[in-house]
């Protein structure tokens, strides 16, 4: 059943319309966030669980949670564009969402193919905080991220390897929230992944 507090958008973008969902916060937003879905050729979409439990905990924690299918996807219009037109699109909304709530701290987050996304989000709009579920390091290298940036990966991905995470996040002494026996797509952990998002985000 959807949620009252749940609605969907169009917004027109440089490769045609964009298909969102917003689910807001019972009270006035204190921040927006930004929550980005894993690889479109592979099945990633909104609707994805990992998607869908990121942006339902943080407008769980106050947050106007915003997320969209990338182009080509579900009702957004374009093609595939290896993470640049993607990133383009998530400014697009970013601005969408800023001028709709106010300039209110921005919160980025994204699975996999989405964390790249976000991380070019990142260099462009920073953000209060990034949030990556299992970032794909090998396929969509990124580089140093802001101190706090919270990293959840499953001890058992064999899709995007935690040994890949670990080699990139170990220069910048960044912390990484390892999940005991989740795979890639969380299967049975989601709840983990909540908890893991509200204990950072409620600070």
């Known amino acids: 059943m959807i949620p009252e507090n749940r609605r969907s958008i169009e917004l027109p973008g440089p490769a045609g319309k964009l298909e969102v969902v917003l689910d807001e916060p ?9 929550v980005a879905h894993p690889h479109p050729l592979y099945g990633g979409t909104l609707d994805n669980k990992v998607t869908q439990t990121l942006a339902t905990t943080l407008a ?18 374009g093609v595939h564009d290896e993470g640049r037109g993607e ?22 987050a994204g699975f996999s193919f989405g964390c790249f996304v976000q991380y070019r989000m990142s ?4 953000p209060q905080r990034l949030v990556f ?10 580089g140093e991220v802001a101190p706090g940036t919270l990293v959840i990966h499953g001890e058992l991905d064999d899709t995007a390897p935690l ?13 990484i929230c390892v999940v005991p026996g989740a795979d890639h ?16 985000c409620r600070a």
């Open 163 to 175: 040994a890949d995470a670990l080699d990139w996040a170990r220069p910048q002494n960044l912390p």
């Open 26 to 34: 019972r009270a006035p937003p204190r921040a927006v966030a930004l």
């Open 60 to 77: 769980g924690v106050g947050c106007a949670a915003l997320r969209m299918n990338f182009r080509g996807v579900g009702g957004s219009e």
């Open 123 to 126: 260099l462009r709009l920073p």
């Open 185 to 200: 797509f969380f299967h049975r952990r989601l709840a983990v992944i909540r908890q893991l998002v509200e204990m950072a």
């Open 87 to 108: 990133t383009d699109d998530m400014e697009i909304l970013a601005r969408y969402a800023l001028e709709r709530f106010g300039q209110l701290p921005l919160y980025l």
């Open 133 to 142: 579920v299992a970032p794909a390091l090998k396929r969509f290298p990124m």
